[in-house]
């Protein structure tokens, strides 16, 4: 079975400070998506890398897939209220049709 | 809008009562499934289709039933539900079961079993 272990589970931080989220597996993904989930509502798309050793940028949030495709990160800088939520990563699996397969999430709290 | 809507987004029901929760997508997405959030694991797959008349297990589908009569369509039938059965279900959709494709997913139904 794979598993994606993120971590932390739980962060809370000030507003402006910086802060990085960990996915880490032992298995190789074709892809790896992260979400993001506030309260009350699904988890939506923030990006999805597919390439090892790819860093993609939104904004603020900077996100890197591994050389090996087992591990990614999501680097947030100068962190705001707004960025306050529950982060999802999401690995696909190319032996089992692409399936997602999802970390446990990090809650994160900024308090302004 | 691209949307996938769910029904109901809160309910309480008792031990043994069968239940449905409904799923609709409006963006003619192949690919639809069913997932329970729990505390601490994240989100895990119950069940997931295809296509129409297309359906499979996921990671935990012991006390959960699917259909998939139209393409738009996705419920999810408890047949008997039980108290570990008390979740947040979400239901999703993506274009095809391919790689890199974004899952859209509902708002989400807490189910409350007593």
């Known amino acids: 079975t794979q598993l994606l272990e993120q971590s932390p589970q739980f962060l809370s931080i000030q507003e402006g400070e910086n802060l990085t989220v960990y996915c880490n597996s032992s298995s190789v993904f074709s892809s790896l998506q992260w979400y993001r989930q506030e309260p009350g509502e699904g988890p939506v798309l923030l990006v999805t890398?597919?390439?090892?050793?790819e860093v993609k940028k939104l904004k603020r949030l900077t996100f890197q897939f591994g050389d090996a495709r087992k591990d990614s990160s999501l680097h947030i800088t100068a962190a705001q209220p707004g960025d306050t939520g529950l982060y999802l990563c999401a690995g696909q699996n190319p032996n089992q049709g692409g399936k997602l397969i999802f970390g446990q999430g990090t809650e994160l709290s900024v308090k302004p | 809008e691209a949307q996938v809507t769910q029904n109901p987004r809160y309910l309480i029901t008792v031990t043994g009562k069968k239940l449905t929760v409904t799923c609709s997508q409006n963006?003619?997405?192949?690919?639809m499934s069913w997932y329970r959030q729990d505390p601490g694991l994240g989100l895990r797959q119950i069940y997931y289709?295809?296509?129409?008349?297309?359906?499979d297990k996921g990671d935990v589908p012991e006390g959960y039933k699917v259909s998939r009569k139209e393409k738009r369509n996705f419920p999810l039938i408890l047949e008997s539900p039980s108290p570990n059965q008390t979740s947040l279900y979400f239901c999703?959709?993506?274009?095809?079961?391919?790689?890199?494709?974004?899952?859209?997913f509902g708002q989400g139904t807490r189910l409350t079993v007593v």
């Open positions: 963006m003619n997405h192949e690919y």
């Open positions: 999703a959709s993506s274009q095809r079961q391919v790689f890199n494709t974004e899952a859209f």
């Open positions: 890398v597919v390439t090892g050793g």
């Open positions: 289709s295809m296509n129409v008349e297309v359906t």
